[in-house]
């Protein structure tokens, strides 16, 4: 079973820096393509960050390029996204997906709040 | 940069009901578009990839159609289920989502 679980969201102030990782399992984790999607309270969904099964290929959305770093641990099926000069309208719930060219699985999220 | 836009934004419907939601795209995706619901507090669920592919599990009430730039999601008769927020996603280029149609009890 496919089994994608987020964890290291939190509080944290304006300016600060929070590392976010997903465990994933039931797959053969270095052949897929990851993505991390985000969800503002009471708003759409919108698309973070993507990394390919190697590594090498990484994406950004244009909101957050230059403040946000992918990564993976092909070793240990995880995925991580580092998170620094956070700003109030980062806050969002942050989804990690498996890239089937959509999203055919999806983690519960992590709840990631910027405020003073 | 691709852009969805979705109607209506909600609707009110009966158990039973047809329920149809469109999604426009900014340029051509070709059929490069999913559906997904996702209910309060949850995350998304896939219903169908490729604007018209039924994800394994998903009820045959729930259908997709169209390309280029204009898709539909089409549940035949809403069930109690069914109650939810739908959003489309491209992935001709990146990605990229609808701002989401909620369907309500009307």
Redesign the interface.
Known sequence: EVQLVESGGGLVKPGGSLRLSCAASGFTFDTYTMNWVRQAPGKGLEWVSSIDGSGRYIYYADSVKGRFTISRDNAKDSLFLQMSSLRAEDTAVYFCTRDSNYGDYWGQGTLVTVSS | DIQLTQSPSSLSASVGDRVTITCRATQNIFT?L?W?QQKPG?????LI?GASNL?TGVPSRFGGSGSGTEFTLTITSLQPDDFATY?C?Q?HR???????TKVEVK
């Open positions: 490069y999913a997904y949850k995350a998304p669920k896939l990839y994800q959003s996603q992935y990146y990605w990229t989502f609808g701002q989401g």
